[in-house]
């Protein structure tokens, strides 16, 4: 397995992660020692840098738990990363934001006690708190770092202007977006700063959730607990549209002799060795299979070709209006 730098702090991390989101929800019903197996077998194919959250959990620290007991025989070889920012008080379907300091600390000493470590290897807000300046928010992680709570520094979901005030306060190690060939958004204006300030960056979703593994069908086949059954993208003619882009995908692949999924997370690799993406799986056939991505070599041609395929991403958006309205994006 490959590594790679991860800003200019000094955070090195396998090219490929694992997101354990969904060991714990937005895909149907899990299972603990399914998802208990796919970190295991992770770690066995050399895969060492780990997500998990405060949210993943909904407030119970249950997705953290599970990830600290899978690693506990090994946990001095990886790099566990963890978030905070949601108010879990609040409700279950509209969680608002909570980023004041002493909040910050109660969920990092949280995260401590059920990821069975004495620091958190990376930790992230996971969104901005209107409420709260960024300042405040790097301030108080700057002071876990020094009491040595917390190694990295990072931040989510946020724009140039935002992670340019935090990290003129506590430098930020990693930036962690959704990019995908799916969604772009991240290359025009935020990823150029990020390389300005030295700072790397952790896509998250790198396989559109789902549908880049050209495993799909309609949202109405996904059970209502799916976050797919109500994805835009999941949706009629952006189906549509995004399945023809996954067949043409595929044809590219097979003549590869790859696999739709090893594919676009080759892709996402080729863009710069900042990069390192976290697709989620609880499946050890699945972590096994991405994991041969950062083998593929992908050819000028062959980065052409898939700019002709999917050239502006996906159809349809990849969060409700809402959700989308709560990030920052300045």
């Known amino acids: 397995?490959?590594?790679?730098?991860?800003?200019?702090?000094?955070?090195?991390?396998?090219?490929?992660?694992l997101g354990t989101m969904g060991m714990s929800m937005a895909y149907g019903a899990s299972n603990d020692d399914e998802g208990t197996a796919t970190i295991r077998r992770a770690h066995e194919l050399g895969i060492d840098f780990f997500d998990t959250a405060e949210l993943y959990g909904a407030g119970t620290g249950s997705n953290e738990i599970l990830l600290g007991k899978a690693v506990e025989d090994f946990r001095d070889e990886v790099v566990l990363a963890t978030k905070f920012g949601f108010d879990m008080t609040a409700p279950a379907l509209s969680p608002g934001f909570d980023s004041r300091p002493e909040n910050v600390r109660k969920v990092?000493?949280?995260?401590?006690?059920y990821l069975q470590s004495d620091h958190i290897d990376l930790f992230y807000q996971h969104i901005s708190d209107p409420a709260v300046p960024v300042e405040e928010v790097a301030g108080v992680v700057g002071e876990l770092i020094t009491?040595?709570?917390?190694?990295?520094?990072?931040?989510?979901?946020?724009?140039?202007?935002?992670?340019?005030?935090?990290?003129?306060?506590?430098?930020?190690?990693?930036l962690q977006y959704e990019y995908s060939l799916f969604e772009r958004e991240v290359e025009e204006k935020i990823l150029p700063?990020?390389?300005?300030?030295?700072?790397?960056?952790?896509?998250?979703?790198?396989?559109?959730?789902?549908?880049?593994?050209?495993?799909?069908?309609?949202?109405?086949?996904?059970?209502?607990?799916?976050?797919?059954?109500?994805?835009?993208?999941?949706?009629?003619?952006?189906?549509?549209?995004?399945?023809?882009?996954?067949?043409?995908?595929?044809?590219?692949?097979?003549?590869?002799?790859?696999?739709?999924?090893?594919?676009?997370?080759?892709?996402?690799?080729?863009?710069?060795?900042?990069?390192?993406p976290i697709p989620g799986t609880r499946s050890t056939k699945r972590v096994e299979e991405n994991a041969g991505a950062t083998d593929v070599q992908l050819s000028a041609a062959?980065?052409?070709?898939?700019?002709?395929?999917?050239?502006?991403?996906?159809?349809?958006?990849?969060?409700?209006?809402?959700?989308?309205?709560?990030?920052?994006?300045?």
Request: aromatic share 8%; glycine share 10%; charged share 20%.
């Open 108 to 113: 990092a000493e949280n995260s401590l006690r």
């Open 193 to 276: 700063v990020l390389r300005e300030l030295g700072i790397g960056l952790v896509p998250y979703s790198p396989l559109g959730r789902g549908f880049l593994t050209g495993q799909v069908k309609p949202a109405s086949e996904y059970p209502a607990d799916d976050m797919r059954s109500w994805d835009e993208r999941w949706q009629g003619e952006n189906y549509t549209y995004n399945l023809h882009a996954i067949e043409q995908l595929k044809n590219l692949a097979d003549i590869k002799g790859i696999t739709t999924a090893q594919l676009a997370l080759a892709w996402l690799l080729a863009q710069g060795e900042d990069i390192a």
């Open 1 to 17: 397995m490959q590594h790679r730098n991860l800003g200019s702090q000094g955070l090195r991390v396998s090219a490929l992660g």
């Open 147 to 174: 009491e040595g709570k917390v190694k990295y520094f990072g931040l989510s979901n946020v724009g140039p202007q935002y992670i340019r005030r935090a990290h003129a306060v506590t430098p930020v190690s990693v």
């Open 302 to 330: 062959d980065l052409a070709r898939i700019a002709e395929i999917l050239p502006l991403g996906s159809a349809g958006s990849r969060l409700p209006a809402a959700v989308l309205s709560s990030f920052t994006t300045d």
